[in-house]
């Protein structure tokens, strides 16, 4: 009894350090860990550089190793502290996890010349490790809510101006002819979707009058068109009433974001310490 109380009490203790930020190791690891994502994915950044890569390349390899054994800690460390291991490995951050770590074990395997293609393709894979910062803005979580509360009328919306690119597209098509570059409809929609988003690569251009009158007037339904998302997006986030919560996360399933008057996990019901 006393061996399994002192194991749950080193699992509780390691648990509140690695899944928290309410306490003094908890932040200094949660601190630790950021610097240890910018730093990696300066060094992913750093290998691209030819010359640089050149004449540091062992420095760069033993800093990624440091990064990498690091990140392989906290991801056991994440998955022996909770009672259901799977609900952290099939999660998001779980996903995110095994796929900013793996990289440079792989690459152990593809060490011959026949594999140094792959062998590049996979290193970059470390560049998801930006994403492990996700997890310490809490802000992400409201902008979350507010985009599935809003996917609805975004869908709509996305769906509308699909509608309206296939509509412009064949209009120009008509108007200006394969003589002038719009040479078919899935082309000339191409150039819709271009010219309405203000992006204009300059590939394709109007040269009749009306053409570029058209052209013009899309180019101006262009700016009012791409303010809807994010008038969409921000009503409901101003709609959304914001609810106290901490870095309280649940031993059991690893849920997180609990209200601070919670006594219980909103998810599976296991008791808040």
Same mark, same amino acid.
Request: glycine residues 6%; hydrophobic residues 50%; positive net charge.
């Given at each position: 009894?006393?061996?399994? #109380?002192?194991?749950?009490?080193?699992?509780? =203790?390691? #648990?509140?350090?690695?899944?928290?930020?309410?306490?003094?190791?908890?932040?200094?690891?949660?601190?630790?860990?950021?610097?240890?994502? &910018?730093?990696?994915?300066?060094?992913?950044?750093?290998?691209?550089?030819?010359?640089?890569? +050149?004449?540091?390349?062992?420095?760069?390899?033993?800093?990624?190793?440091?990064?990498?054994?690091?990140?392989?800690?906290?991801?056991?460390?994440?998955?022996?502290?909770?009672?259901?291991?799977?609900?952290?490995?099939?999660?998001?951050?779980?996903?995110?996890?095994?796929?900013?770590?793996?990289?440079?074990?792989?690459?152990?395997?593809?060490?011959?010349?026949?594999?140094?293609?792959?062998? =590049?393709?996979?290193?970059?894979?470390?560049?998801?490790?930006?994403?492990?910062?996700?997890?310490?803005?809490?802000?992400?979580?409201?902008?979350?809510?507010?985009?599935? !509360?809003?996917?609805?009328?975004?869908?709509?919306?996305?769906?509308?101006?699909?509608? &309206? $690119?296939?509509?412009?597209?064949?209009?120009? %098509?008509?108007?200006?002819?394969?003589?002038?570059?719009?040479?078919?409809?899935?082309?000339?929609?191409?150039?819709?979707?271009?010219?309405?988003?203000?992006?204009? %690569?300059?590939?394709?251009?109007? #040269?009749?009058?009306?053409?570029?009158?058209?052209?013009?007037? *899309?180019?101006? &339904?262009? %700016?009012?068109?791409?303010?809807?998302?994010?008038? *969409?997006?921000?009503?409901?986030?101003?709609?959304?009433?914001?609810?106290?919560?901490?870095?309280?996360?649940?031993?059991? $399933?690893? !849920?997180?974001?609990?209200?601070?008057?919670?006594?219980? $996990?909103? #998810?599976?019901?296991? +008791?808040?310490?």
């Amino acid at each position: 009894m006393k061996n399994q #109380h002192k194991n749950t009490s080193w699992k509780h =203790r390691v #648990h509140e350090i690695i899944y928290e930020a309410d306490t003094k190791a908890g932040k200094f690891f949660d601190v630790v860990l950021l610097i240890a994502i &910018l730093a990696s994915v300066l060094l992913v950044m750093l290998e691209s550089v030819e010359s640089i890569n +050149k004449q540091y390349i062992s420095l760069l390899n033993i800093s990624e190793w440091v990064i990498t054994i690091l990140f392989s800690i906290e991801y056991v460390l994440r998955i022996i502290t909770i009672n259901k291991p799977k609900k952290y490995i099939f999660s998001f951050y779980g996903i995110i996890d095994l796929l900013s770590t793996l990289p440079m074990y792989i690459a152990i395997i593809f060490s011959g010349a026949s594999g140094l293609l792959a062998l =590049r393709a996979l290193r970059l894979l470390r560049v998801f490790r930006i994403l492990k910062l996700a997890r310490y803005i809490g802000a992400s979580n409201n902008f979350l809510k507010a985009l599935r !509360a809003s996917k609805a009328k975004i869908a709509v919306f996305l769906f509308f101006v699909l509608i &309206l $690119c296939i509509v412009l597209g064949t209009v120009m %098509y008509m108007i200006e002819g394969a003589e002038n570059g719009f040479t078919s409809i899935p082309r000339s929609v191409y150039w819709a979707i271009v010219t309405l988003t203000t992006v204009g %690569y300059g590939d394709i251009a109007p #040269h009749t009058p009306i053409g570029q009158l058209i052209a013009s007037i *899309i180019m101006i &339904l262009g %700016y009012g068109i791409i303010a809807i998302p994010t008038g *969409i997006v921000s009503s409901e986030m101003i709609k959304t009433e914001p609810v106290q919560t901490n870095t309280q996360s649940c031993e059991n $399933c690893a !849920a997180e974001n609990h209200n601070d008057a919670a006594e219980f $996990c909103y #998810h599976c019901g296991s +008791k808040i310490y």
